[in-house]
């Protein structure tokens, strides 16, 4: 392995839209987990995005960098792993002997008892913060001034009031930039010797924490601020400025690292000997600590993120996924791979902005230069950065263009990659057996519906924008453009299945109404075809490893959401198409109203939401159809020829295979019974008799009143 200080330098962006939306220790752990990776701490910086200019994760960062101080260390000199410690301190210790152990076990339960205290001063911070501004407000707002809210050093908080009032609420406020602990001083620093039988004793540990800085974008109502991107983009032009690493990687702010070496290891393909330079981003799989055994929503995908994904390392490489990627700093902007690129390349204002430091800095990143060290935080230093974070710097320019982030698509990460494709560079998926990352998901239903509207009526977007698969990216490769014309175009599918899910729903037509059966040919055909592609998938499968389990739920899902979200994200996208008004999607809330004693809580809660109603109605014409076809058996059993019978146990297994795709949805409906899915057994047969019962009783009648 190269020397520590022969390791390329990389920036670490953390977004998070609302600490209401998205609970604070998520992001807390996120970063903390960052701090502690095994990465030399003069390498490694993490930049911050809150992209609701609240005081509250300002503040909660200035209590990370006294709380990291502590847990860093704690981690390096232990080698502890997840660096996030709320995972941490879930984990069940091993059996520990021997002095070593001692030692361990008096600074953990030291590191555990400080946390807890940490988390309690998190806790408090909004009644910290309120009641501070009551008391700064009493002596300093003039009466009839609108309340401000106030900074522990006595100072207003540029960003959004407890009060809202003009340029001080959300969507309106200036932008920020606070460096929360500096770049660390270089040389090997080692902790001082403490008391050993209670404070954790560093003094070979080295000390040193990571550079960290709190970054809000200016809001402004008279500019589009473009949701992720633009706030990802702000991040760009930020640590352009202070560090400019050649590598930046990102994370939603619900993620966190869970293994210490995942850095190096994707650093590792971007240095290749072999195609390394032409490598613009490194993915990892995204993997979720909080969903239930089962999987009932699909949340893992593992067919997706381990088979399709993977399998794009044969062709340009995977997509970008918007969460634990690695980039190479010059592929965002805008840069062609060595291979495509001309000799002689120039950071044009015109292109990037009119920062004279960060044009500067994009020369640089050209030129592969490493800064050792970032500029003096002087006031002109800082007045620039805040320059390049203000909601009108985009115009005029490429950023979310041709540079950076893409801009005017709801799924910014599919189209970046695309971009980043089509201009010839290849990208690597890397998958490691301790996994690499490990986040959150919406776990609750109509949390995850309203994710795959996003993400489906994003895709569709791309399609009928200038990105389009079929015209755009001029160096794409054919298969690449396929599998992204496969990106974008599936939620068409879902009119299709929509229609075949209500197919099977033959018996509740009258008997005189006769539906032309297939031609044998065409029957043997389609079952050829049938056989054909379920053999591909499991092959596909079996060479991924994905479980039949994961497939299984894969499959359900699918069609769960083939029958709600993506019929949803065909109409927005009709909608869009005839109004020429944009998108505007909810954003999935990683809040969660759980039972404190059940962390699967949220999955049993059914919220509901009008998107549900062709599932709904999917699931209550098979159920009744099945029941009729009970009663068609019981009052035509002893009229119907042999080919009748089997064509109905035909329609009969159609009509049993969509409840089968529909079941976790079944479960959902039952909330808390679904812990009992015996119940869910007993109940459907029930459902089925009584079903067939009114049907053999109407029949009865019918044919009484009006004899045949």
Same mark, same amino acid.
Not at 297 to 310: I, K, S
Not at 605 to 618: A, G, N, R
């Given at each position: 392995?190269?020397?520590?200080?022969?390791?390329?330098?990389?920036?670490?962006?953390?977004?998070?839209?609302?600490?209401?939306?998205?609970?604070?220790?998520?992001?807390?752990?996120?970063?903390?987990?960052?701090?502690?990776?095994?990465?030399?701490?003069?390498?490694?910086?993490?930049?911050?995005?809150?992209?609701?200019?609240?005081?509250?994760?300002? !503040?909660?960062?200035? !209590?990370?960098?006294?709380?990291?101080?502590?847990?860093?260390?704690?981690?390096?000199?232990?080698?502890?792993?997840?660096?996030?410690?709320?995972?941490?301190?879930?984990?069940?210790?091993?059996?520990?002997?021997?002095?070593?152990?001692?030692?361990?076990?008096?600074?953990?339960?030291?590191?555990?008892?400080?946390?807890?205290?940490?988390?309690?001063?998190?806790?408090?911070?909004?009644?910290?913060?309120?009641?501070?501004?009551?008391?700064?407000?009493?002596?300093?707002?003039?009466?009839?001034?609108?309340?401000?809210?106030?900074?522990?050093?006595?100072?207003?908080?540029?960003?959004?009031?407890?009060?809202?009032?003009?340029?001080?609420?959300?969507?309106?406020?200036?932008?920020?930039?606070?460096?929360?602990?500096?770049?660390?001083?270089?040389?090997?620093?080692?902790?001082?010797?403490?008391?050993?039988?209670?404070?954790?004793?560093?003094?070979?540990?080295?000390?040193?924490?990571?550079?960290?800085?709190?970054?809000?974008?200016?809001?402004?109502?008279?500019?589009?601020?473009?949701?992720?991107?633009?706030?990802?983009?702000?991040?760009?032009?930020?640590?352009?400025?202070?560090?400019?690493?050649?590598?930046?990687?990102?994370?939603?702010?619900?993620?966190?690292?869970?293994?210490?070496?995942?850095?190096?290891?994707?650093?590792?393909?971007?240095?290749?000997?072999? !195609?390394?330079?032409?490598?613009?981003?490194?993915?990892?799989?995204?993997?979720?600590?909080?969903?239930?055994?089962?999987?009932?929503?699909?949340?893992?995908?593992?067919?997706?993120?381990?088979?399709?994904?993977?399998?794009?390392?044969?062709?340009?490489?995977?997509?970008?996924?918007?969460?634990?990627?690695?980039?190479?700093?010059?592929?965002?902007?805008?840069?062609?791979?060595?291979?495509?690129?001309?000799?002689?390349?120039?950071?044009?204002?015109?292109?990037?902005?009119?920062?004279?430091?960060?044009?500067?800095?994009?020369?640089?990143?050209?030129?592969? !230069?490493?800064?050792?060290?970032?500029?003096?935080?002087?006031?002109?230093?800082?007045?620039?950065?805040?320059?390049?974070?203000?909601?009108?710097?985009?115009?005029?320019?490429?950023?979310?263009?041709?540079?950076?982030?893409?801009?005017?698509?709801?799924?910014?990460?599919?189209?970046?990659?695309?971009?980043?494709?089509?201009?010839?560079?290849?990208?690597?998926?890397?998958?490691?057996?301790?996994?690499?990352?490990?986040?959150?998901?919406?776990?609750?239903?109509?949390?995850?519906?309203?994710?795959?509207?996003?993400?489906?009526?994003?895709?569709?977007?791309?399609?009928?924008?200038?990105?389009?698969?079929?015209?755009?990216?001029?160096?794409?490769?054919?298969?690449?453009?396929?599998?992204?014309?496969?990106?974008?175009?599936?939620?068409?599918?879902?009119?299709?299945?929509?229609?075949?899910?209500?197919?099977?729903?033959?018996?509740?037509?009258?008997?005189?109404?006769?539906?032309?059966?297939?031609?044998?040919?065409?029957?043997?055909?389609?079952?050829?075809?049938?056989?054909?592609?379920?053999?591909?998938?499991?092959?596909?499968?079996?060479?991924?490893?994905?479980?039949?389990?994961?497939?299984?739920?894969?499959?359900?899902?699918?069609?769960?959401?083939?029958?709600?979200?993506?019929?949803?994200?065909?109409?927005?996208?009709?909608?869009?198409?005839?109004?020429?008004?944009?998108?505007?999607?909810?954003?999935?809330?990683?809040?969660?109203?759980?039972?404190?004693?059940?962390?699967?809580?949220?999955?049993?809660?059914?919220?509901?939401?009008?998107?549900?109603?062709?599932?709904?109605?999917?699931?209550?014409?098979?159920?009744?159809?099945?029941?009729?076809?009970?009663?068609?058996?019981?009052?035509?059993?002893?009229?119907?020829?042999?080919?009748?019978?089997?064509?109905?146990?035909?329609?009969?297994?159609?009509?049993?295979?969509?409840?089968?795709?529909?079941?976790?949805?079944?479960?959902?409906?039952?909330?808390?019974?679904?812990?009992?899915?015996?119940?869910?057994?007993?109940?459907?047969?029930?459902?089925?008799?009584?079903?067939?019962?009114?049907?053999?009783?109407?029949?009865?009648?019918?044919?009484?009143?009006?004899?045949?």
């Amino acid at each position: 392995m190269a020397p520590l200080s022969s390791l390329a330098s990389i920036d670490v962006f953390v977004t998070t839209a609302d600490p209401v939306s998205e609970p604070i220790l998520y992001t807390i752990n996120s970063i903390l987990s960052i701090l502690a990776t095994d990465y030399p701490v003069d390498r490694l910086a993490c930049y911050v995005s809150d992209d609701s200019g609240a005081l509250i994760l300002y !503040e909660a960062l200035v !209590e990370v960098a006294k709380f990291a101080t502590l847990w860093v260390p704690f981690c390096h000199k232990h080698c502890i792993e997840p660096g996030a410690p709320e995972n941490y301190f879930e984990l069940e210790l091993p059996p520990l002997i021997g002095r070593a152990s001692e030692e361990f076990m008096n600074d953990y339960k030291w590191v555990q008892m400080e946390y807890d205290d940490f988390k309690i001063r998190l806790d408090n911070l909004p009644d910290t913060i309120r009641k501070r501004s009551v008391v700064y407000n009493s002596m300093r707002t003039p009466e009839g001034d609108a309340e401000a809210t106030w900074m522990a050093n006595g100072m207003q908080w540029p960003g959004t009031w407890i009060d809202p009032t003009e340029n001080h609420r959300k969507g309106d406020y200036t932008g920020i930039v606070k460096v929360v602990m500096d770049h660390p001083i270089h040389g090997d620093h080692h902790g001082p010797q403490v008391n050993a039988e209670r404070n954790p004793s560093f003094n070979t540990t080295d000390v040193r924490l990571p550079m960290l800085v709190y970054v809000s974008r200016e809001k402004n109502p008279s500019y589009d601020h473009n949701k992720k991107a633009g706030a990802l983009n702000a991040l760009l032009r930020v640590s352009a400025l202070l560090s400019n690493a050649q590598f930046i990687i990102n994370f939603d702010c619900d993620h966190y690292i869970n293994n210490s070496q995942a850095l190096r290891a994707a650093v590792c393909f971007m240095l290749d000997q072999r !195609e390394g330079d032409n490598t613009a981003f490194v993915q990892f799989p995204q993997r979720f600590n909080n969903v239930d055994p089962t999987d009932r929503y699909g949340n893992h995908n593992r067919v997706f993120f381990d088979g399709t994904m993977l399998a794009l390392n044969g062709l340009q490489g995977p997509s970008y996924l918007g969460t634990g990627c690695m980039f190479r700093r010059i592929a965002l902007y805008g840069i062609d791979p060595p291979h495509c690129r001309p000799g002689n390349i120039t950071a044009d204002s015109n292109k990037y902005g009119e920062s004279t430091p960060l044009t500067n800095s994009v020369s640089k990143a050209i030129k592969q !230069e490493r800064s050792t060290t970032p500029p003096p935080l002087d006031d002109t230093f800082v007045a620039e950065m805040e320059m390049v974070v203000t909601a009108s710097y985009d115009n005029g320019t490429d950023w979310g263009k041709g540079v950076g982030y893409i801009y005017d698509i709801a799924t910014e990460d599919i189209v970046t990659g695309f971009r980043i494709h089509g201009q010839g560079w290849r990208t690597m998926y890397c998958t490691m057996e301790h996994d690499a990352f490990c986040g959150t998901a919406p776990i609750n239903l109509t949390e995850r519906l309203h994710q795959i509207v996003r993400w489906s009526g994003g895709s569709l977007e791309m399609f009928f924008s200038h990105n389009n698969p079929l015209v755009g990216g001029q160096r794409l490769q054919l298969l690449q453009r396929v599998s992204y014309l496969n990106m974008t175009v599936y939620p068409v599918t879902s009119l299709f299945i929509l229609l075949y899910a209500l197919c099977p729903v033959m018996w509740l037509i009258p008997d005189e109404i006769h539906i032309q059966r297939p031609f044998t040919r065409y029957f043997v055909y389609l079952l050829i075809i049938i056989l054909m592609i379920h053999m591909i998938g499991w092959l596909e499968i079996k060479w991924a490893g994905v479980t039949w389990m994961d497939y299984r739920r894969n499959e359900q899902f699918f069609m769960i959401g083939s029958t709600s979200a993506y019929p949803i994200a065909v109409l927005h996208m009709a909608k869009t198409l005839l109004t020429k008004k944009g998108i505007h999607f909810r954003f999935t809330s990683k809040q969660t109203n759980a039972d404190t004693n059940d962390r699967y809580a949220d999955l049993y809660e059914l919220q509901w939401t009008p998107m549900l109603i062709p599932t709904m109605f999917v699931l209550v014409a098979n159920i009744g159809a099945i029941g009729v076809a009970m009663g068609k058996a019981v009052v035509y059993m002893g009229v119907w020829t042999a080919a009748k019978k089997m064509h109905a146990a035909l329609g009969l297994l159609f009509n049993v295979w969509i409840m089968v795709l529909l079941y976790p949805l079944a479960l959902a409906i039952m909330g808390r019974w679904a812990k009992r899915p015996i119940v869910l057994v007993v109940l459907l047969p029930a459902v089925f008799v009584v079903v067939g019962v009114i049907y053999v009783a109407l029949h009865i009648l019918l044919a009484n009143v009006i004899p045949i």
